[in-house]
């Protein structure tokens, strides 16, 4: 079974509506990260997490929030919508430092 | 702040080329150094990695070296196969845990 799992695995939803993203991890890791990747722009951080009272905007956090329910388990919601939101989102991991980060599988999301 | 610059693509190799992608990275301290692939619909995978000067990351006879002096950890292989296309980000470890992506390079090996 792989170790970062990412659902859904693609979703097509309409502008306005509310989307939530998630990942789980059997990797033991405290760190859990949401990206976004857009063709040419490589990867950019939306939101962190060090542990499950510890949430940290990325670089992109507008539109976008989280929860971290369980060490095993970070979800990335969009609250409503838009199109400039369509992109492939990926979850990652990492014990700590400036250490790998091991990524999930990632979701595309369509937003029309 | 911390960025990562590393060569625009795509580019298109024969097998059994000589590869060489560039990156450099613009850091205060001594920052990690990784490259990552990322194959046809997968997510990004760890390739190999320096954490110090002059540290050379090897695997799957990709290579890089860390160069303090030129800023630069410009990725290596000897002879791609056709199982090398994918896309390959040079990142750098940034403080507070976090990692900078580059923009990616595409890279495409024709049998």
């Known amino acids: 079974d792989a170790d970062v799992t990412q659902t859904p695995r693609n979703r097509i939803t309409k502008t306005g509506k509310r989307i939530m993203l998630e990942c789980s991890q059997t990797?033991?890791?405290?760190?859990m990260y949401w990206y976004r990747q857009d063709p040419g722009l490589g990867l950019r951080l939306i939101y962190y997490?060090?542990?499950?009272?510890?949430?940290n905007k990325g670089e992109i956090s507008d539109g976008y929030s989280v929860s971290r329910q369980a060490q095993a388990k970070f979800s990335l919601s969009l609250e409503s919508a838009i199109p400039n939101q369509t992109a492939l989102y990926f979850c990652?991991?990492?014990?700590?430092?400036?250490?790998?980060?091991?990524f999930g599988p990632g979701t595309r999301l369509t937003v029309l | 702040g911390n960025s990562v610059t590393q060569m625009e693509g795509p580019v298109t190799l024969s097998e059994e080329a000589f590869l060489t992608i560039n990156c450099t990275y613009t850091?205060?301290?001594?920052?990690?150094l990784f490259w990552y692939v990322q194959y046809p619909g997968e997510g990004l995978q760890l390739l190999l990695k320096?954490?110090?000067?002059?540290d050379k990351g090897s695997n799957k006879g990709f290579e890089a070296t860390y160069r303090k002096e030129t800023t630069s950890f410009h990725l290596e292989k000897g002879s791609v196969q056709v199982s090398d296309s994918a896309v390959y980000f040079c990142?750098?470890?940034?403080?507070?845990?976090?990692?900078?992506f580059g923009s990616g390079t595409r890279l495409s090996i024709r049998p």
């Open positions: 990142a750098l470890g940034s403080s507070a845990s976090k990692i900078i």
């Open positions: 850091a205060t301290g001594y920052p990690s």
């Open positions: 320096a954490t110090k000067a002059d």
């Open positions: 990652a991991t990492s014990s700590g430092g400036a250490d790998t980060q091991y």
């Open positions: 990797k033991g890791h405290d760190r």
């Open positions: 997490s060090f542990d499950v009272k510890d949430i």
